[in-house]
């Protein structure tokens, strides 16, 4: 792997459903794309947009953000916050000039570790299609 | 002298005779210049003025009354939104202000020019009060138009626009330091582990990036950030976008009404999932 081509993505996944779906789809052994670092979070209203920011900051070329379906939430109501605040943040990220597609936000559940490879080769792949992330 | 200075005068003076307040915060003119003033003293009430030179934002000051003061302070339509806010945030309580409101006709900077939040102000009357000096009045329809000229260049240009005004950016943090809905204690702005001290690319990217996330349904668009700013960024145009952004999505606008509650700590289940299309 050609690591200066490769993108890299950080993915924050919920404890509860997302990162136990990426669990599924790596003991599944389902063939997905190495390019996401996964940071695992207790809940996905957990990530508040400075993380979001820090990771473009530092390097990052896309940054996912993966949490139980609405409805689903361990908590009851978590990701009912995420959704209205990472709406306002990809807009808001589109408003100063970054391509709303390098910031994604997913429903995985801990069932769907085929969702996760698919949700992680497309973004892989439109993110080489897109280049490296450059802030300036 | 206008009416409205005179019954202004009038009110603070029975205010602080009859001691309902421990001092009241308006507007003084010196040397052609006005400024803030705290009075404390029916005596000094002469010193009070109403002029559309008083652009000043004074609901920042309510900030640092200790808990026990009662405060009177004089408030246009925008700054009594802030107010609203403010109560609204618990940061104020509403029995220990007394609102001077006036209805108000604009203001203007130093070369006589509209600032422009007067352009298209939606509340010239204020929101709340407990006394309202000069007559109520309609006012202009919301617009947009600035935020939407940004909106329609593409992503390069955008990106070229805002860098090139971030760069100007020498890190005095006035625009937070004016802004009367930063009121935390400790700052995501000081912390290093969010911004470094540098005002170079990308530290000062990211704290203007962190300081229009944490204005999100809290900015009023006082449009005292950009006054206070030393190398003129439109903020105003940075911050409004979200204020535009949570008005089309989640129906809500700050300072408008001191029982709803804030859009980034609430959810409507049916409405949410109509309206927000993540990807």
């Avoid at chain 1, 996401?36 to 957990?46: A, D, E, G, L």
């Avoid at chain 1, 939430?73 to 000039?97: A, Q, S, W």
């Avoid at chain 2, 001077?100 to 600032?115: E, N, T, W």
């Avoid at chain 2, 999505?249 to 049916?270: I, R, S, T």
């Amino acid at each position: 792997m050609n690591e200066e081509k490769e993108p890299k993505i950080i993915g924050f996944l919920c404890n509860w459903c997302s990162y136990a779906g990426a669990d599924l789809a790596g003991t599944s052994r389902i063939q997905q794309p190495p390019n996401v670092r996964v940071i695992r979070v207790m809940c996905s209203s957990r990530i508040k947009p400075e993380l979001v920011l820090k990771a473009f900051k530092n390097g990052a070329d896309g940054v996912l953000v993966a949490g139980c379906h609405p409805g689903d939430c361990h908590y009851m109501d978590g990701n009912y916050y995420t959704r209205r605040r990472f709406v306002i943040l990809k807009k808001f990220l589109e408003y100063v000039g970054i391509d709303p597609r390098r910031f994604r936000v997913e429903w995985v559940s801990a069932s769907e570790g085929m969702k996760f490879k698919e949700v992680v080769e497309g973004m892989t792949n439109e993110l080489k299609d897109l280049g490296k992330f450059e802030l300036q | 002298m206008s009416d409205i200075e005179k019954n202004l005068r009038a009110e603070a003076k029975k205010l602080l005779e009859e001691k309902k307040v421990d001092y009241v915060i308006g507007y003084e003119e010196s040397n052609g210049k006005v400024s803030p003033c705290f009075i404390d003293n029916a005596k000094d009430v002469e010193k009070l003025v109403f002029n559309p030179g008083c652009v000043h934002n004074l609901s920042v000051y309510l900030l640092e009354a200790d808990a026990e003061n009662k405060v009177g302070i004089v408030a246009k339509g925008c700054d009594s939104r802030a107010i609203i806010e403010l109560i609204k945030q618990n940061q104020v309580i509403r029995d220990n202000v007394f609102i001077l409101g006036i209805s108000c006709d604009g203001v203007k900077d130093l070369l006589g020019k509209d600032y422009d939040k007067c352009k298209n102000c939606k509340y010239p009357v204020p929101l709340i009060y407990d006394v309202l000096l000069g007559e109520k009045k309609e006012g202009k329809e919301e617009d947009y138009s600035d935020v939407e000229e940004i909106e329609s260049m593409s992503l390069e240009e955008r990106k070229k626009f805002w860098n090139k005004q971030f760069e100007k950016c020498i890190k005095c943090h006035a625009c937070r330091n004016i802004c009367p809905l930063c009121y935390c204690e400790e700052c995501a702005l000081d912390d290093k582990n969010w911004v470094s001290k540098s005002h170079k690319f990308p530290e000062i990217w990211m704290s203007h990036l962190i300081r229009a996330l944490h204005t999100a349904g809290r900015c009023v668009s006082c449009g005292e950030c950009e006054r206070a700013c030393p190398v003129n960024i439109p903020l105003r145009k940075l911050y409004r976008k979200i204020g535009k952004d949570v008005k089309e999505l989640f129906d809500y606008e700050a300072g408008v009404n001191a029982e709803d509650v804030p859009p980034l700590v609430a959810f409507d289940l049916d409405k949410d999932k109509e309206k927000i299309k993540q990807n």
